[in-house]
């Protein structure tokens, strides 16, 4: 009995269809990243598990897909043990099971690329990355085992415009794609920090953000839930709600947060970042959120997330933040960075659900030669072959058949030209080109038609 294919749960196939539209945002994405100046970069699928392991906080560490030690070459005994395969599910891991994982997100493998070349690289280093990336994470709408992300990252500058910039590159696309309602929400872990100091110390801040990222999905009381089987008083909690409920404008916010943390000199620091990226930031749709937290431990300032517009019920569809010392990680201290990301597979499930999508995105073959018959056919693909070296992208009927068969073979491929060649016309050195939209038709002379096709 033949067993029917599958594919992974979380993975996907991509029809043609598919890939042109994300092609299209793929093609947006690059063009901006490049307009500011950001340079290409691709990393490995995979990374040595010490890499990754420890960089992304304890949620974040049981999502790394793991590649268990295999090969002839291996001479470790694998523990293939139950208890062995528990401490994976776990978060943990041994070098006798595992020593490489695929890659979480772009940042990490970016920041080791960054501290093996370092002393190669020109500072400030602007690079952007298109790569898929990995979790073990439970499938649902708009959250993907393997999906795609698009980062532009700048390392080796502390200014502040830096963070100006990628909240405009994230308008710029947006505003390109369609999507102009879209919102940016920024924070800073400074203000984090400052909260948890005002909580009783800064080492609180972990099971603070920790529980402050889960808000939009599981709710405030659930939060509180989860904040006092963390081990915070009821006192701290309440403090943490108050700074959950601080709400209104941009302005009336800064407000707000200044009376609460702004006597603590890293709130402080954190209100004044915040107010500068809003105030040098005024024609985007950015606002400021302090309920932001995003769980990943390495940010240590400006923090981001894209949302889509609210007649889309999507998750984030970017984000990112300022990561002052990432590449300490791996012997290179003092290397500030930031950096953002964008959601694709998130992007296109929005610009789908709101028709988005240009109308000439499907559009590859441009024309369709028709087959008339066999020595037709040998005409016309010599002037297929003109009309490729001239930039148009054609084919020719791999068949002489019905003149319906092809027709429909062109609409069901939305090529929107086909292109007419039979014994009369390679006697008058002409073919009759009709458009299926309209069903306009025209005769064209053949020495003139890569013109006329490249005018159309």
Excluded at 35 to 59: C, H, I, R, V, W
Excluded at 297 to 305: A, M, P
Aim: charged share 25%; hydrophobic share 40%; with cysteine.
């Amino acid at each position: 009995m033949i067993n029917k294919p599958s594919i992974p749960q979380g993975t996907r196939d991509f029809s043609a269809d598919i890939v042109r539209k994300r092609n299209y945002i793929f093609s947006v994405i690059r063009h901006v990243f490049e307009l500011y100046s950001f340079q290409p970069l691709e990393t490995p699928a995979m990374e040595n598990l010490d890499t990754l392991m420890g960089k992304y906080g304890e949620e974040g560490d049981k999502l790394i897909f793991k590649i268990l030690n295999n090969g002839i070459n291996n001479e470790k005994n694998i523990d293939k043990s139950k208890a062995g395969f528990e401490k994976l599910l776990e978060g943990k891991s041994s070098s006798d099971i595992t020593e490489r994982a695929l890659k979480y997100d772009l940042t990490i493998p970016f920041a080791r690329y960054v501290s093996m070349n370092y002393t190669k690289l020109t500072f400030p280093f602007r690079r952007y990355q298109i790569q898929p990336v990995w979790r073990a994470d439970r499938p649902q709408k708009g959250r993907y085992r393997e999906f795609t992300q698009c980062d532009a990252d700048v390392v080796g500058s502390l200014s502040l415009l830096n963070e100006v910039e990628l909240a405009n590159i994230y308008h710029d696309v947006f505003i390109q794609l369609g999507l102009k309602n879209y919102e940016l929400k920024i924070n800073s872990r400074k203000i984090l920090v400052a909260l948890a100091e005002l909580c009783g110390g800064a080492e609180k801040m972990i099971d603070i953000t920790i529980a402050i990222d889960k808000l939009e999905k599981i709710g405030l009381e659930k939060v509180k839930t989860e904040l006092q089987e963390r081990g915070l008083t009821n006192e701290q909690i309440n403090i943490i709600e108050h700074y959950l409920n601080i709400t209104g404008n941009n302005a009336e916010k800064l407000t707000q947060i200044t009376t609460l943390i702004g006597s603590i000199e890293i709130g402080k620091q954190g209100i004044n970042e915040v107010a500068f990226l809003f105030n040098q930031t005024k024609n985007t749709n950015l606002s400021i959120d302090f309920t932001l937290a995003r769980g990943l431990n390495y940010y240590t300032g400006i923090i981001f997330e894209a949302k889509a517009p609210e007649d889309v019920k999507m998750g984030s569809i970017g984000g990112g933040g300022r990561y002052d010392d990432l590449t300490g990680l791996f012997g290179v201290p003092n290397m500030p960075g930031v950096g953002i990301s964008f959601g694709v597979d998130r992007i296109y499930d929005v610009l789908e659900e709101l028709h988005l999508f240009p109308e000439n995105v499907q559009v590859s073959t441009r024309a369709l030669l028709f087959n008339m018959g066999e020595p037709e056919s040998y005409f016309a693909f010599g002037i297929m072959q003109k009309l490729r070296s001239s930039g148009i992208a054609c084919e020719l009927y791999h068949e002489a058949t019905k003149i319906n068969k092809q027709y429909a073979y062109a609409e069901k491929k939305n090529i929107p030209v086909v292109i007419i060649i039979g014994s009369k016309e390679i006697t008058e050195k002409n073919c009759m080109v009709k458009y299926l939209a309209t069903g306009q038709q025209e005769i064209v002379p053949l020495e003139n038609l890569a013109d006329y096709l490249n005018q159309l």
